[in-house]
């Protein structure tokens, strides 16, 4: 099946910085989903991208299909944002709509 | 809407009994999709449907696992009997094709 690598599996930042987190995928995708998962556990939804930029307040997101990756980007970082980040896909040839999870990268920020 | 309803939040259970998780999916999402998150093997795919058909079980660990969705705003997860290895967070998570959205989850205990 598809495999899924993230980087790095740990983050630890101070409030205020900057930060890029990677996803490798091993083969063509339709479908690209980033989560994060709070300390208490929720997943929440950030970005569908399967191609393209994508912006949403501090939060940003890359893929580039082509070369089987994508990054987030987390600006002016916050305590709220630490909790985990998983990058999903779904391989273009599955036969069935199915999402394939990283590890994760887990992000603690720091006052 | 509400969101993903999962309920219950918490199981607690001796091995042998048996275990039934429900979940109400976000209403006009065509799919909904079982997920087990475990410290070892992270995010994996139970189960997924689409319009109530279950359309990908490849996921479901045994026999053990039952899946069903008798109309468009209720499905469970059955496990009989329950074993200590089946101790995991279940996830419910909803689609209207692409985008996924997450419940709460259910954290199962089996002692």
């Known amino acids: 099946g598809i495999q899924v690598e993230q980087s790095p599996p740990d983050l630890i930042l101070q409030e205020g910085a900057n930060s890029t987190l990677r996803c490798n995928f091993s083969?063509?995708?339709?479908?690209l989903q980033w989560f994060h998962q709070n300390p208490w556990g929720q997943l929440i939804n950030l970005f569908y991208?399967?191609?393209g930029t994508k912006q949403n307040g501090r939060l940003s997101a890359t893929t580039v299909a082509t070369e089987r990756y994508s990054l987030l980007y987390i600006s002016s970082s916050q305590t709220t944002d630490s909790g985990v980040y998983f990058c999903a896909v779904q391989y273009s040839g599955a036969g069935s709509y199915q999402l394939t999870f990283g590890k994760g990268t887990k992000l603690s920020v720091i006052p | 809407d509400a969101g993903v309803i999962q309920s219950p939040r918490h199981e607690v259970t001796e091995m042998g009994q048996e275990v039934t998780l429900r979940c109400k999916p976000i209403?006009?999402?065509?799919?909904l999709f079982w997920y087990r998150q475990t410290m070892m093997r992270g995010l994996e795919l139970l189960i997924y449907f689409n319009n109530n058909v279950p359309i990908d079980d490849s996921g479901m660990p045994e026999d053990r696992f039952s899946a069903k969705m008798p109309n468009a705003s209720f499905s469970t997860l059955k496990i009989q009997p329950s074993e200590p290895r089946d101790s995991a967070v279940y996830f419910c998570?909803?689609?209207?094709?692409?985008?996924?959205?997450f419940g709460p989850g259910t954290r199962l205990t089996v002692l």
């Open positions: 991208i399967p191609s």
């Open positions: 998570a909803s689609s209207p094709h692409t985008t996924q959205y």
């Open positions: 083969d063509s995708v339709n479908n």
């Open positions: 209403s006009g999402h065509d799919y």
